[in-house]
């Protein structure tokens, strides 16, 4: 990732440093056979697309069943949206439904395998029986449209089945990655009033198994609204069974039926909540409805990954974050495409899993994060070329934006210099993706997401709202509604419109700064405010420092990020302690794994230093533009006229790690 210096919205343009000259056409083979194969033909798809937007996604829309059919395309009284309104549908029914009345019925929906080599295979007309079999446990269970269902799952296929399920019946899901702490999930529970808990007995993670059932236990003991915990037995851990709260998964499917009609669900039903990280500090509860969803998350699939019948995707992402819900489980599968599910983790048993999956399921699209693929280049090109992964025709990255050398490893080693690359920026908020290459179509360059899709209107603005020059960097802002927009902050209206549309007026504003080239490629510059990306996850730094705060030792902390070549950003602490306690290494884990207690482990500190005092503005506002400085040269560059005590400073310099 190109890292330019995290800028301030009160700036009328964002410096720029990178330059990036090298462009690749697409393979001319793969454009022959392309769903979009030229240039030219996009052009002409998004310019009818900004000409009569409402035709374009009606025309989309038409390929989906509908119990009902919509009275509008779009209502738009900003910032909120109604797409489809009137209509009736179900976006399970499009997931799984509609491919039973065809040959796919018999295709493979999901190839998984576990960390320990064990596999299976399901077709769609089996994924059909076991969600129709769930759906009736969630009744069972009481669920009703509307609910909301949280489900705290290791990478497993129940995990899809759940979810889908969910959808059948109109319940609300919430994903909760199962990396988070039991303080998190309470959190999350809470917030979305959650009736129902789904969770696994353990989750494997590179060789051992981590219980998954106890953090459960612990969270819900805060958690009113929970009535019922659902456990599906997949490593055999030790758990506690509580009568009357706790059930076995295995126990209701035996007492369920295997058909289950599906609710005809008004457009805007809700379809999950997804907590995002907020500058706050209290995660954000992403609202999604289900037409508008369906339609761009399916479309979006289709179109950025070229999709075939007999293609085999593997999308590496988790289901606890956004990438798994849209590209992981209801993009394919609305598209009837096989997706591959792995459970473990990339260097498990060694640094060439990965490769020795492509090889052996022969998968031909990979979509996997540049964390990802910076840490396999550390571990050597030896491991990928010891595999004959020629079965890949097309690679895609997300999460982040990926620095061009290691655009142009993947290119060269994985792609083997024949596969296009799609490089896609979208967001939690956004539910699908809104600039990526068309791969038949664009040219590509390394480091950038090139251009938006059609029917996405985004543009680069200075801080008054008026078009950057070329190359000059500014504020990413989409300018009109999409349908698979957020809808709200679940429960929060108020900071909805804060957060994404008070700094632009009729603009949704991204958070994000970026250039836009000659080309009209976007090039995206980082965060312009204090959520970071670490290993393709963002993370609120307000939320570590709250963590850490917490701890009977700390006075005071501010948290920041610095680049990092595996995990683009790393997070470091300034911690100012109480007079009592004195800063040594043992405490330094001490705090670093009282992170990982209250918000999970991809939250500890990469590092911690020591702080007498943090620098203040006279208002009492930490100024963490220094501190950010600090940690990633050690050097002071900035205005430091509003700096309440220089002293400060003076002793953070000479603090030795």
């Given at each position: 990732m190109a890292t330019e210096e995290n800028a301030s919205t009160n700036q009328q343009s964002i410096s720029s440093v990178l330059s990036e000259k090298r462009k690749f056409p697409p393979p001319e083979q793969f454009s022959q056979s392309a769903h979009i194969s030229s240039m030219e033909e996009y052009e002409k798809l998004y310019a009818a697309a900004a000409?009569?937007?409402?035709a374009y996604w009606g025309g989309i829309a038409e390929q989906f069943h509908w119990f009902k059919k919509w009275d509008s395309i779009l209502e738009w009284n900003t910032p909120y949206a109604k797409w489809f309104n009137g209509g009736k549908t179900n976006i399970c029914y499009n997931a799984v439904d509609v491919h039973m009345q065809s040959w796919r019925k018999n295709k493979a929906a999901i190839i998984w395998e576990g960390e320990e080599g064990n596999q299976q295979v399901i077709t769609y007309g089996e994924l059909y029986r076991?969600?129709?079999?769930?759906?009736?446990v969630l009744k069972i269970a009481g669920i009703q449209p509307g609910d909301r269902v949280a489900i705290y799952m290791g990478m497993v296929p129940e995990l899809v089945i759940a979810v889908l399920a969910c959808a059948r019946v109109g319940a609300v899901h919430n994903v909760i990655f199962a990396g988070f702490s039991a303080h998190a999930i309470t959190e999350r529970v809470n917030d979305s009033r959650a009736k129902l808990v789904i969770c696994c007995d353990g989750t494997r993670r590179r060789g051992s198994s981590i219980n998954l059932k106890k953090i459960v236990d612990d969270a819900i003991v805060n958690t009113p609204s929970v009535r019922s915990v659902i456990v599906l037995k997949v490593t055999g851990e030790t758990v506690s069974m509580h009568d009357g709260m706790d059930h076995w998964w295995h126990d209701l499917m035996g007492l369920a039926m295997d058909v289950c009609e599906p609710v005809h669900v008004e457009s805007e039903h809700p379809l999950f909540v997804l907590y995002t990280s907020g500058s706050t500090g209290k995660p954000k509860g992403i609202l999604h409805t289900t037409a508008g969803y369906m339609v761009h998350a399916a479309s979006s699939f289709r179109y950025v990954f070229d999709i075939k019948d007999?293609?085999?995707?593997?999308?590496?992402?988790?289901?606890?974050?956004?990438?798994g819900h849209s590209y992981m489980v209801y993009g394919p599968l609305l598209n009837g495409a096989t997706l591959l599910m792995y459970e473990g983790a990339p260097n498990y048993p060694q640094?060439?899993?990965?490769?020795?999956?492509?090889?052996?399921?022969?998968?031909?699209i990979l979509y996997t994060a540049p964390t990802a693929i910076r840490a396999f280049i550390r571990a050597g090109n030896e491991w990928v070329t010891k595999h004959d992964i020629s079965s890949l025709r097309l690679l895609g990255t997300v999460g982040e934006p990926i620095n061009p050398e290691a655009w142009m490893w993947y290119h060269k080693i994985v792609g083997q210099e024949k596969c296009p690359i799609v490089d896609t920026w979208w967001q939690t908020e956004t539910g699908g993706i809104m600039v990526s290459p068309l791969p038949g179509a664009t040219p590509t360059k390394p480091g950038t997401a090139t251009r938006p899709l059609p029917g996405i209107m985004v543009d680069v603005v200075h801080k008054d709202g008026t078009p950057c020059e070329a190359n000059e960097g500014g504020y990413l802002v989409i300018k009109k509604p999409w349908p698979s927009m957020l809808r709200t902050i679940y429960g929060d209206n108020e900071r909805y419109e804060k957060t994404y549309w008070s700094e632009f007026d009729d603009m949704y504003f991204t958070g994000d700064g970026a250039r836009k080239d000659e080309d009209g490629y976007i090039w995206i510059m980082g965060r312009v405010d204090d959520v970071v990306n670490v290993s393709g996850h963002r993370l609120g730094t307000s939320e570590v420092e709250s963590a850490l705060v917490s701890h009977e030792a700390v006075a005071e902390a501010a948290v920041v990020s610095r680049p990092d070549d595996i995990k683009g950003n790393a997070l470091v602490a300034f911690v100012t302690l109480k007079d009592e306690y004195e800063g040594d290494m043992k405490l330094r884990e001490s705090l670093r794994n009282h992170v990982a207690k209250e918000i999970g482990p991809i939250a500890k500190p990469d590092e911690i230093r020591w702080a007498k005092g943090l620098p203040k503005t006279r208002s009492g506002k930490i100024m963490r533009r220094l501190l950010r400085e600090l940690a990633t040269s050690n050097e002071i560059k900035g205005d430091i006229t509003t700096l309440e005590d220089f002293g400060v400073l003076e002793n953070l310099r000479d603090q030795e790690d």
């Open positions: 000409e009569d937007p409402e076991q969600v129709s079999k769930f759906a009736n007999e293609d085999i995707y593997w999308c590496t992402a988790d289901v606890g974050w956004i990438t640094w060439d899993r990965f490769w020795d999956i492509i090889n052996r399921h022969k998968v031909t």
